[in-house]
């Protein structure tokens, strides 16, 4: 059971300073002067507000952690503390940047009354220790009073004396190495001796922080990795100390790992992000860092974001438009109406679907390549704003396309993990809502394909990245597709279809991904293409729907077809006698390409005097798909 966890100090609003010009001195004293003079000379610099700094910034993190948190700047713990511009609780901080070093130019910290907490917390965690001598001996006593209470502390905030009567108590404390205090008791001769003299005080743990290098250490190991900070990032250090604290609570035996978790969400931290009000949950939701996905788990608040989102695309009667042709099949289409392959040319096709009146009424999402999120439509505005600011979801292709499986004639793999985690990082700053990755089987009986080797290795792939996405909060579609082209009967594609998704759902099952938050994009059964016996409707429902009824678990939040190479109309027809087959457990929905883009595309062809005949063609197929989610 985690504990719980009481930040004390002062409750900041922090200013950031970024000076462009040499505006400070020091005084005989060595003290920081910054001239703040209103007047045209106070331009050399940008402000920026944060929201939250000292025991407010703790807490968060703490909570985000799953732990029961509260500080002292909310002692009852009986709600969060929320920013407030005009708390009059709040000090003001000022954090001044200046040639590539931060520091705290200012501080009015307040002498603040001791509040006894509702309840008596596990660890207290010293996040600001500017006590008032009142402050201290009311700490001091409620300490005696609750002896199991554990400390942590920098033992650079303390003073001397407070610091060795902390000891004991110390489940873990932080150590300056450059300013050597307590040069008495703590050995600096080496990190494993200045470690070895603080755990014979009492103390259980230490971390030590040696310019870009942080060291960490108990009774039984150290552990030391190289960061990209240094102390005087001061805000990524401290949260770097709270992370770790709350990493280290949760198994204090996996050093290495610990630090690899806290370091990453304090460097990975973008600094633009701590100017928002929920900075510290979205850290530690682990959007912006990389780690391996057995380390990462969701939060509560991750796991509610998914859940909405997933059920938000699935929701009836609107489909996802898969507008994520790789580079080279839309080079095929621009081919095929005898258009140039283009940077414009393919930013103007993506706008002609993206800018069509009223599709927000049948669209939940689109999917966008990822040349696509890049790009603006004609008045400037990003694509992936645009379309958000139409209430669409916003999804992208993350797989890199399909390379031949070495061994295995005629079979592929689909590549692009060695990518995802970069890909993921930039993807959930930019606010993608969902992702898709497709694994692709041909059905060939003389060739003996799909082989169990093809099955197995792409399925993996596909589970990876489902995680890896959750874990980011973004929505996963998986896609594992039994093409259409091909001689097989209708028959063999139940068969693969079925052996696949089995595979597949034990797949996501191993990695522990939430099936509430995950989309499975997929075939419908039916007959290969080059077959003389073509599939009817009724039966490409039959045995879709027994399939999915006999291997796909209730728990999923849905499912959306793949048209495949099927006409438009033969795409819509399909899912009406599907939908008659209803209701179901998951949420069901189609997620086209082809099936709603090659009839706009031929009226397109290129000329800006057809856009609008080709929007409404494309708007008559999205609505004839949506209005086939409906039962006949």
């Given at each position: 059971m985690k504990p719980t966890i009481l930040s004390i100090g002062n409750a900041t609003k922090d200013n950031f300073l970024d000076i462009q010009n040499q505006k400070i001195y020091k005084d005989e004293l060595n003290d920081f002067h910054y001239d703040l003079t209103f007047d045209d000379s106070t331009l050399n610099y940008h402000k920026q507000a944060g929201v939250y700094g000292g025991?407010?910034?703790?807490?968060?993190?703490?909570?985000?952690?799953?732990?029961?948190?509260?500080?002292?700047?909310?002692?009852?713990?009986t709600s969060h503390f929320e920013y407030d511009e005009n708390n009059n609780d709040l000090i003001d901080r000022f954090i001044v940047s200046h040639k590539g070093k931060s520091f705290i130019l200012t501080s009015n910290p307040r002498s603040t009354k001791w509040v006894s907490p509702a309840f008596p917390p596990d660890l207290i965690y010293i996040a600001d220790a500017n006590?008032?001598?009142?402050?201290?001996?009311?700490?001091?006593?409620?300490?005696?009073?609750?002896?199991?209470?554990?400390l942590v502390f920098n033992i650079a905030d303390l003073s001397p004396e407070l610091a060795h009567e902390f000891f004991i108590r110390a489940n873990l404390v932080f150590v300056d190495f450059r300013k050597q205090n307590l040069s008495d008791l703590i050995d600096y001769s080496s990190y494993e001796n200045a470690i070895d003299a603080l755990i014979r005080t009492g103390v259980r743990g230490v971390v030590i922080f040696d310019g870009s290098k942080i060291i960490a250490g108990n009774k039984e190991k150290i552990a030391s990795i190289e960061t990209n900070f240094e102390l005087n990032s001061f805000y990524q250090n401290n949260i770097f100390q709270a992370a770790f604290v709350a990493e280290n609570f949760s198994n204090s035996s996996k050093l290495e790992e610990n630090l690899q978790v806290s370091v990453?969400?304090?460097?990975?931290?973008?600094?633009?992000?701590?100017?928002?009000?929920?900075?510290?949950?979205?850290?530690?939701?682990?959007?912006?860092?990389?780690?391996p996905v057995d380390v990462l788990s969701s939060t509560p608040d991750i796991e509610t974001r998914l859940h909405k989102t997933a059920a938000k695309l699935v929701t009836r009667p609107k489909g996802v438009f898969a507008a994520d042709e790789s580079g080279g099949n839309?080079?095929?289409?621009?081919?095929?109406?005898?258009?140039?392959?283009?940077?414009?040319?393919r930013r103007a096709y993506r706008e002609m679907f993206f800018k069509t009146p009223d599709i927000e009424n049948y669209l939940s999402g689109i999917i966008l390549f990822e040349e696509t999120t890049e790009q603006n439509t004609s008045e400037g505005i990003n694509f992936v704003k645009y379309l958000k600011n139409r209430g669409i979801l916003v999804g992208v292709k993350l797989d890199g396309g399909l390379q031949p499986l070495t061994g295995f004639e005629g079979e592929t793999i689909s590549i692009g993990l060695d990518s995802l985690t970069e890909k993921l990082q930039k993807y959930s700053k930019a606010g993608i809502d969902f992702a898709k990755w497709r694994v692709a089987f041909e059905i060939d009986e003389e060739k003996g394909t799909p082989s169990e080797a093809a099955i197995a290795s792409n399925l993996r792939v596909l589970a990876q990245y489902a995680k890896a996405?959750?874990?980011?909060?973004?929505?996963?579609?998986?896609?594992?597709?039994?093409?259409?082209?091909?001689?097989?009967?209708?028959?063999?594609?139940?068969?693969?279809?079925?052996?696949?998704?089995?595979?597949?759902?034990?797949?996501?099952?191993?990695?522990?991904?939430?099936?509430?938050g995950v989309i499975l994009k997929t075939n419908m059964v039916l007959a290969g293409s080059e077959n003389e016996i073509q599939s009817s409707s009724r039966e490409v429902a039959r045995e879709t729907v027994s399939v999915f009824?006999?291997?796909?678990?209730?728990?999923?939040?849905?499912?959306?077809?793949?048209?495949?190479?099927?006409?438009?109309?033969?795409?819509t027809d399909n899912?009406?006698?599907?939908?008659?087959?209803?209701?179901?457990d998951w949420g069901l929905t189609y997620s086209y390409a082809r099936a709603l883009q090659m009839p706009a595309l031929q009226a397109w062809a290129g000329k800006p005097e057809n856009v609008q005949q080709a929007q409404l063609l494309f708007l008559?197929?999205?609505?004839?798909?949506?209005?086939?989610?409906?039962?006949?």
């Open positions: 025991t407010i910034l703790s807490e968060k993190i703490f909570t985000a952690a799953h732990f029961k948190a509260f500080s002292s700047a909310n002692p009852n713990g006590f008032s001598q009142n402050y201290l001996a009311d700490f001091k006593k409620y300490l005696r009073e609750n002896p199991k209470i554990e990453t969400i304090a460097n990975k931290s973008d600094f633009n992000d701590i100017l928002k009000p929920f900075y510290a949950h979205q850290i530690l939701n682990r959007k912006n860092y990389e780690l839309i080079h095929k289409k621009f081919e095929m109406i005898g258009l140039e392959d283009t940077f414009e040319n996405c959750q874990n980011y909060g973004i929505v996963p579609i998986v896609e594992p597709e039994v093409v259409y082209s091909g001689k097989h009967t209708i028959k063999q594609c139940r068969e693969v279809t079925e052996k696949i998704l089995k595979k597949l759902f034990e797949e996501l099952k191993i990695f522990k991904v939430d099936l509430k009824k006999k291997i796909v678990p209730k728990e999923l939040a849905g499912i959306v077809f793949l048209s495949g190479g099927q006409t438009a109309t033969q795409a899912l009406q006698e599907i939908t008659n087959l209803g209701p179901f008559e197929r999205v609505a004839a798909n949506s209005h086939a989610l409906y039962k006949n």
